[in-house]
């Protein structure tokens, strides 16, 4: 999946999304607006790199941050959703995760999900990642755009 391809189908749809993004560190964005014609349909995002903004900024219950860590399936979904609903878009995505060089709370390095909030449902994915830094992020970017892409039905 591409992201021009997703941009396009997006477009074709006029449908809209919004990012929200932890270890991407708004890696995501970035790479959207590489699309010309991008602006129909990119709302914005959020780069919540702390785990009290991922509450204050995105919406993520604080309860699910404290006994969960900013790092679970469930806080990827409702980042997602926080995104969709503060920038009013058809679509939310988002990321969480670990980069690197060191493990999180325990989680190990390379463990990452991505998210995707629509109209009638969300879905997360959970990835395991190798590399550097670099290499995670955007691992986490492509994955968050293919997760987007499935539930857009584009090839």
């Known amino acids: 999946m591409t992201v021009d391809t997703l941009v396009r189908a997006l477009i074709e749809r006029r449908e809209t999304v919004a990012a929200v993004e932890s270890l991407t560190g ?16 990119f709302r914005g995002g959020l780069v919540v790199y702390a785990t ?13 941050l404290k006994e969960r860590g900013p790092v679970d ?12 609903e503060r920038c ?9 995760g670990v ?5 999180q709370d325990g989680v190990p390095v390379g463990t990452v999900y991505v998210a995707v909030a629509g109209p009638a449902a969300s879905s997360v994915r959970r990835l395991v990642l190798a ?12 994955a968050a755009f293919s997760l987007l892409g499935e539930r857009l039905a584009v090839r």
């Open 99 to 103: 980069a690197g060089p060191e493990p």
């Open 52 to 64: 009290d903004l991922k509450a204050t900024l995105a919406g993520v219950p604080e309860k699910l």
């Open 73 to 84: 399936p469930d806080v990827a979904v409702a980042l997602a959703h926080g995104g969709r």
């Open 88 to 96: 009013r878009a058809d679509w939310g995505l988002s990321t969480t």
């Open 131 to 142: 590399g550097d830094r670099q290499a995670i992020r955007v691992a986490a970017v492509d």
């Open 26 to 41: 708004g890696l995501l964005a970035a790479t959207l607006v590489t699309v010309p014609g991008v602006s129909a349909v």
